[in-house]
């Protein structure tokens, strides 16, 4: 349980790399997926679930007001599954990815609370009394924080009822599934290269 804490709350901390800070590359789940996987003791399985979180949500544009699936979040959570729930690969993968789409609404959200901020700001700056610091560490502690925490109890929710149900039709489907992974990933990725080199042309 402490390792999955340690792990949530670095994620969290990763996500900063996403849009608030820093911007490195840090936060995609290509990179990220390895050392998390390092992390909790299965860097070969994170690198693999990593690349193919990569690949899946390689598609999502964020356009406008539209919020993409969160890739670290699906890594880590899949790797949770993974390690703490004791859950196959396949079917952890498959909850990751349901964990990052998920989290596209916790983070518009977010977006939306800190825009309330405003107010408060502009009434600062005409008061000569804004503290720059102040605004971004509050910003930056509760992306971090509600990473870290969405992470972690879902993967505590997945983690209860892998304890006493093992379906294993489940894991035969999954598995299967998991299996084509790869397969559509790289088609994907094909078409999306063609279609921009369509562009150029």
Not at 37 to 60: K, N, Q
Not at 147 to 175: M, Q
Request: proline share 5%; with cysteine; charged share 10%.
């Amino acid at each position: 349980m402490l390792n999955a804490l340690i792990t949530s709350m670095f994620a969290g901390l990763l996500e900063l790399d996403n849009v608030q800070a820093g911007q490195f590359l840090l936060s995609r789940p290509a990179f990220a997926g390895p050392l998390l996987g390092w992390l909790s003791g299965c860097p070969l399985e994170g690198a693999r679930i990593g690349l193919l979180i990569e690949l899946v949500y390689m598609d999502f544009i964020p356009v406008g007001g539209v919020v993409p699936p969160n890739g670290l979040v699906a890594a880590a959570t899949a790797l949770l599954a993974l390690t703490w729930a004791g859950l196959p690969e396949s079917l952890a993968f498959f909850i990751g990815v349901f964990a990052g789409f998920l989290y596209g609404g916790v983070e518009y959200r977010l977006r939306t609370a800190r825009s309330g901020w405003n107010t408060k700001i502009e009434a600062e700056v005409k008061d000569g009394t804004i503290n720059i610091g102040r605004w971004l560490a509050g910003s930056l502690l509760l992306e971090s924080a509600v990473t870290g925490a969405y992470i972690f109890f879902f993967s505590a929710l997945v983690f209860i009822p892998a304890v006493f149900v093992k379906p294993a039709g489940i894991y035969t489907a999954t598995n299967f599934a998991y299996s084509l992974m790869p397969w559509l990933g790289l088609s994907g990725l094909y078409f999306r290269f063609r279609t921009q080199v369509g562009k150029k042309g």
